[in-house]
Each structure stands twice: as C-alpha cells, then as structure tokens.
C-alpha cells in the first residue's frame, strides 16, 4: 500500500512540476503575461552535481506545506534521474506513465518518514529542467476508505464523475491556484461530457487553441478553459490495469493567459 501512495503522491508531483515549468517558461517568454515571484525557500535535497538552480516553490498538498527547487542540467532527464538514485540509494525509479507524449519524463523518488523525495526531470534540447521536492504522503487510511483527502477543489470546476479526492494542491507557484487529482469509476467519454455540460453552465469558455496544442503534447484526453483571468485544464486517461479513471485538474487565476 505504501509503494502505491507512493506512486500517487509523486503522479500529482509530476504534474504540479510541469504546470510550474510550462508557466515558468511562459512568463519568461512574455506569452503568458505577468510573471510571477515564488518564495525561495530551502528544499533541503542535494542536487546532481554540475546543476544549475533556477528558483524554489512552496505551495500546499493535502493542506501540508511542500516544497519544489527547480534546476536545468546539460545531462539529460534518464542519466540526471540514474544520478540521483546513485546519490540515494533508498530510493526506486518510478514505473509512471509519461505524461508527455513521446516520452522525456522521468521520475524517481523514495519515502523520509511521512514525505516523499523526488527527482522529476522533463528532457530539453539542451539537457533537461528538472525538480527535487519534499511531499507529504497521501495518507494510505484515506485511500482504503475511499475518502477525499485534505485539501480543496478547484472553484467553480465541477468534480470528475464518482470519484474521490487522491491529492490536492493549493498556490502552486506564489499564484493563487488548485492543482487536484482524482481516482473514479466509468469511462473517459463519459466524464468528456459531463465536463463539458457544467463548464459551459459555470460561465467558461473552450480554448481550442491550446486544447489542441496540449492534446498534440500530452497522452490521454485533455480540456483546456478560460473564464475572465482564470484558467482550467483537465486532464483525464484510463488505467488499463483496474480500468478506473484518472483526472487531474489545474486552475490558476490571475493574468496567466493573455488578454482577450
């Protein structure tokens, strides 16, 4: 069980480090409109050596403070992951699915008492930008008992049909923001639709643009809304194995998309 919420935790890390590469990126490129200014705090996990530190995040899961140090390395994501597992050796490569189609994503990460280190490397043209961070540990008695974790739901997003609560993320970045990510029964079609019929009801609006962008970058099934200065993706995929369905749903506020 361990092992799994393991999993689970570094899945929904996985994802928040993206969300904050991808925005960070953005800013710096001027697309995005404002940048943002994230704490620098201490992570307190030594980088590979020959790193190159970026900025450090703090945000909360699960209600809990956690922290997220972004470097870049001209070694590439799966040598610069093998690095950090020479350098712990507690800890195990994880066997995710890459949310980047094509692959270029790779994790591992092991568990320091009710946290869990990780390494999260996404490749580059010239190396890789990559994240070391403590996470609290979804706790394993929430999961048996089919329970939300603590934490929030994104507002004004409706919640993936049955389904429960695995992590929640909250101002990821210095931006007030929801990162959250749920295990549910049915099909991913399903939950399409339902999407769809209460987005529109909530007063968003449909990004095909970048839905279509990101549905050409990321496996599974992806909706991308807009709704005055706030953003929305949703992000859903089936697992193969128990057939249940995995959601993940990303809400910023504030100018990180441009003006209209």
Avoid at 212 to 237: A, K, P, Q
């Amino acid at each position: 069980m361990i092992r799994k919420v393991m999993l689970i935790t570094l899945a929904c890390s996985i994802l928040l480090a993206y969300g904050v590469m991808q925005t960070r990126l953005g800013a710096q490129s001027g697309f995005f409109g404002r940048s943002f200014r994230p704490q620098n705090v201490n992570v307190g996990v030594e980088p590979p050596a020959g790193s190159k530190f970026i900025r450090s995040y703090e945000s909360r899961v699960n209600g809990t403070p956690t922290r997220f140090a972004h470097y870049v390395s001209a070694t590439p994501a799966e040598p610069l992951v093998g690095r950090f597992l020479e350098q712990h050796p507690g800890a195990e490569k994880a066997p995710l699915p890459n949310i980047i189609r094509g692959g270029g994503c790779t994790a591992a990460a092991y568990t320091d008492s009710s946290q869990v280190v990780s390494v999260i490397a996404f490749d580059t043209p010239n190396g890789c930008n990559f994240f070391l961070g403590r996470t609290p540990l979804v706790p394993a008695h929430k999961t048996r008992a089919n329970q939300d974790v603590s934490g929030v739901d994104a507002p004004g997003v409706p919640r993936p049909l049955n389904s429960i609560r695995m992590m929640s993320a909250q101002d990821i970045g210095g931006i007030p923001s929801v990162l959250a990510f749920y295990e549910g029964w049915g099909n991913v079609e399903d939950n399409i639709d339902h999407f769809r019929d209460q987005m529109a009801r909530e007063g968003w609006k449909q990004n095909d643009v970048h839905e279509t962008f990101i549905n050409e970058e990321m496996e599974g099934d992806t909706l991308v809304y807009t709704r005055g200065t706030s953003y929305c993706l949703v992000h859903l995929g089936q697992d193969a194995r128990s057939g249940k369905v995995h959601t993940a749903i990303m809400y910023r506020e504030k100018e990180w998309l441009p003006r209209q």
